[in-house]
């Protein structure tokens, strides 16, 4: 099986600009869970969603959003970069078949540079 | 509020040598636990996880950690460490008992010496 594909891989954009990260999870799974990865906070929690809907949300502003399509596929949004936006993002996935038991599998990130 | 620590930032050890990595947690419940690692540039592989039962896991790579309730601590180990180990180590807990919402330590650093 494939793992957990993302695109793109780098990303540079500037300040006041918008950027939307993609995330194809493993086949079969249903939650699919976004991180975002720096040297000063370490890894916090985005959001994560299943059957298209957004069940869980951490700490971050509005400017920060997701959806789901209907195959699984996800998508992450970030409106008005700012330079403390520059991160490695992370998305999991995990099958959502039996409640308590999840695991969570990693793909390799997209770099985010925000200049 | 649940959080998840990792004393050690750095360890160095020999190859050969025997590995053990801490992590400590606050939470109110027996929580979900992970081990996870990520090489240079990668994303996150998971080592072990702990749910329930046998409070000693076995993983990949030769890893293993244990669930100690009395002491909040779910601390990874390896008998004996590889270079190709050399990496960054991260603990996590699972917020809501689910497997996806996790709450990560701020990780470890291992180099491996020759």
């Known amino acids: 099986k494939a793992g957990v594909t993302q695109t793109p891989r780098y990303l540079i954009k500037t300040r006041g600009q918008q950027v939307t990260l993609s995330c194809s999870p493993i086949?079969?799974?249903?939650?699919v869970s976004w991180y975002q990865q720096t040297p000063g906070q370490g890894l916090q929690f985005l959001f994560e969603?299943?059957?298209?809907?957004?069940?869980n949300k951490g700490n971050f502003p509005g400017r920060f959003s997701g959806r789901q399509f209907s195959n699984s596929r996800s998508e992450m949004n970030v409106s008005t970069l700012e330079l403390g936006d520059s991160a490695l993002y992370l998305c999991?996935?995990?099958?959502?078949?039996?409640?308590?038991?999840?695991?969570?599998?990693f793909g390799p990130g997209t770099r985010l540079t925000v200049l | 509020a649940q959080s998840v620590t990792q004393p050690d930032i750095h360890i160095t050890v020999s190859e050969g040598a025997s590995l053990e990595l801490r992590c400590n947690y606050s939470?109110?419940?027996?929580?979900?636990l992970f081990w996870y690692v990520q090489s240079p540039g990668q994303g996150l592989q998971l080592l072990l996880k702990?749910?329930?039962?046998?409070?000693l896991v076995q993983g990949i790579k030769g890893f293993e950690a244990e669930f100690k309730r009395s002491q909040s601590s779910f601390n990874l180990r390896k008998p004996s460490v590889h270079w190709s180990d050399a990496a960054e180590y991260f603990c996590?807990?699972?917020?809501?008992?689910?497997?996806?919402?996790?709450?990560f330590g701020g990780g470890t650093r291992l180099m491996v010496k020759p």
């Open positions: 702990y749910f329930s039962g046998d409070t």
């Open positions: 996590a807990v699972d917020l809501n008992n689910a497997g996806n919402m996790l709450t």
């Open positions: 086949s079969g799974h249903r939650s």
């Open positions: 999991a996935s995990s099958l959502a078949e039996l409640a308590g038991t999840d695991t969570q599998y």
């Open positions: 939470y109110g419940a027996t929580p979900y």
């Open positions: 969603y299943f059957s298209e809907t957004q069940r």
